[in-house]
C-alpha cells in the first residue's frame, strides 16, 4: 500500500539529507579506496535502505513500485555505487523471493534481508550467457531432496559480501532455452560455493562484481524458488522491476550533474563572462534538463502502472532504454561544458561519466531493451 503523503515526503527528504550529508562528503574517497566505510553501511541500515521494496509484515518498508524510483532518484545524486551497497538487497537479490517464495522461504530470509543483516546477490549471468541469459549453463541435477549444483556465474554484484544467491541453473539439459532453468536460494556457507575476487572496473568504485563458482554444492530441494523450469521466467520478471528501478537512479544521476553544470557555469567566466551566458552553454544545459525529465515522467508512469498491476516489460524496457541512454548524453555534455576541469578528476565530473557508462549495459544491454520493446509492441500490435 501507498504510504501517505507526509510521510512519503519525510522518506524522500529523509534520504535527500542521507545523501547531501552523510555520502556526498565522501563519494570521492570511496572510488580512491574502492569500499564504502563500514559504519556509513550501518547508517544505510538504520535508515531502512536494505529493506525499501521488502513486505512491512517481513520488516522492510513496502514501497510501491513509484515510491521506490522517487527513492532511486535521490541515491542517485551521488555516486552510484553507494546504491550498490543497497541495491541487490532492495531489487535483482530479493524480488525472485518476494515474487515466487512461498511462505515458509520468505519468514526464513526476508527479515534479514530487509534488515541488510544479509546482503543478496542475483546468479544469472554467465560467461556464455550474457544477453542470451536463457543459455544458462550451470547444471542443477536432482538427487533425493537435494540439487546438485555445478558451474561459474560471472559479473555477480555483491557476490563477495552475499550471504544469500538467487541462482539460476539448469535442471533439464534436454530444453536448451529457458524453459529448462530453474531457480535456487542457495546460502553462501553451502560446501562447494566460492567467490572470485573483485573484477577491475571501469567506474562505481565501491561497488563489487565477482564470479561465482558452484562445484558439487548441494542445495535442498526446499530452496528451489517456483516451479521447475520456471526459473528464466522468474528471471525476466525481477529483471522488469530491476530496470524501473535503474531507471530512476539514472534520472536522479542526470539531476545532479545538471545541477553540477549550473552552478559550474554559473560562477566560471570566460571572455569576461560567466559560462552560462553563453547560449551555446545554455543550449547543451537545456537539452540535458529536457531529456531528464522526458525521463523521469517515463520511468514514473511505468511505476505506476505496475503498482495499478499491469503488465510493464515494455515500458521497464523503454524506461531503462531511455533514461540510460540519456544519463549518458547528460554526462557527456557535462564533461563538455565543465571542459578541462570536466576531465581532471578533482572535479568528480570524470567519475560520474565512468560510472554511468555500466547503466547501458547491465539488467539488460541497450540493445536488449529495443528487442524487447519491439516485440512487445509488436505483441500489442501497436
Ligand atoms: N516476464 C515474464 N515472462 C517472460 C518475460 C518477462 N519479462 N520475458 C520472457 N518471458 C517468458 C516468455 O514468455 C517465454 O515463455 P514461453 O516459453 O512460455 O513462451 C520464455 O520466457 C522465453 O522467452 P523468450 O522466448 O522471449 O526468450 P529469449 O531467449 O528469446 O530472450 C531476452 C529473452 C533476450 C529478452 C532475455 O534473454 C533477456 O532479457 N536478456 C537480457 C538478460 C539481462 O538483462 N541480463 C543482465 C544480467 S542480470 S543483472
Known amino acids: 500500500m501507498a504510504l501517505d503523503p507526509e510521510t512519503r515526503d519525510q522518506l524522500i527528504d529523509g534520504v535527500r539529507r542521507f545523501v547531501a550529508e552523510r555520502l556526498r562528503p565522501i563519494e570521492a574517497q570511496v572510488a580512491e579506496n574502492d569500499a564504502i566505510p563500514d559504519h556509513i553501511v550501518g547508517e544505510m541500515r538504520e535508515l531502512g535502505l536494505f529493506g525499501l521494496s521488502i513486505p512491512e509484515e517481513y520488516g522492510g518498508l513496502g514501497l510501491t513500485m513509484e515510491e521506490e524510483c522517487l527513492v532511486g532518484i535521490e541515491l542517485g545524486r551521488t555516486s552510484p555505487a553507494f546504491r550498490s551497497a543497497f541495491g541487490t538487497n532492495v531489487g535483482i537479490g530479493s524480488q525472485g523471493l518476494v515474487m515466487f517464495g512461498n511462505d515458509a522461504q520468505k519468514a526464513k530470509w526476508l ?196 503498482d495499478a498491476g499491469e503488465g510493464v516489460t515494455l515500458e521497464a524496457a523503454a524506461s531503462k532504454l531511455f533514461a540510460s541512454e540519456m544519463v549518458g548524453r547528460v554526462a557527456d555534455r557535462a564533461v563538455q561544458i565543465f571542459g578541462g576541469a570536466g576531465y581532471v578528476a578533482d572535479y568528480g565530473i570524470e567519475r560520474l561519466y565512468r560510472d554511468v557508462r555500466i547503466f547501458r549495459i547491465y539488467e539488460g544491454t541497450s540493445q536488449i531493451q529495443q528487442l524487447v520493446i519491439a516485440r512487445e509492441t509488436m505483441k500489442r500490435g501497436g
Open 111 to 306: 527479515p534479514g534481508i530487509a534488515s541488510g543483516e544479509i546482503v543478496t546477490s542475483f546468479a544469472l549471468t554467465e560467461p556464455e550467457a550474457g544477453s542470451d541469459s536463457a543459455a544458462v549453463q550451470t547444471r542443477a541435477r536432482r538427487d533425493g531432496d537435494v540439487y546438485v549444483l555445478d558451474g561459474a556465474k560471472r559479473y555477480i554484484t555483491n557476490a563477495n559480501k552475499a550471504g544469500l544467491f538467487t541462482v539460476m541453473a539448469r535442471t533439464n539439459p534436454d530444453i536448451k532455452g529457458g524453459g529448462g532453468v530453474s531457480a535456487f536460494l542457495v546460502p553462501r556457507d553451502l560446501p562447494g560455493l566460492s567467490v572470485g575476487k573483485p573484477e577491475k572496473k571501469m567506474g562505481q568504485q565501491g561497488a563489487h562484481i565477482c564470479d561465482v563458482i558452484f562445484e558439487g554444492v548441494r542445495v535442498p530441494a526446499e530452496n528451489r524458488l517456483g516451479a521447475e523450469g520456471e526459473g528464466f521466467k522468474v528471471a525476466m520478471q525481477v529483471l522488469d522491476r530491476g530496470r524501473l528501478h535503474i531507471a530512476g537512479v539514472c534520472v536522479g544521476v542526470a539531476e545532479r550533474l545538471i545541477a553540477d553544470c549550473v552552478a559550474y557555469a554559473s560562477e566560471r567566466k570566460q571572455f569576461g563572462q560567466a559560462l552560462a551566458n553563453f547560449q551555446l552553454i545554455q543550449a547543451m544545459i537545456a537539452d540535458s534538463k529536457t531529456e531528464s525529465l522526458a525521463a523521469k515522467a517515463l520511468v514514473l508512469d511505468s511505476a505506476r502502472k505496475r
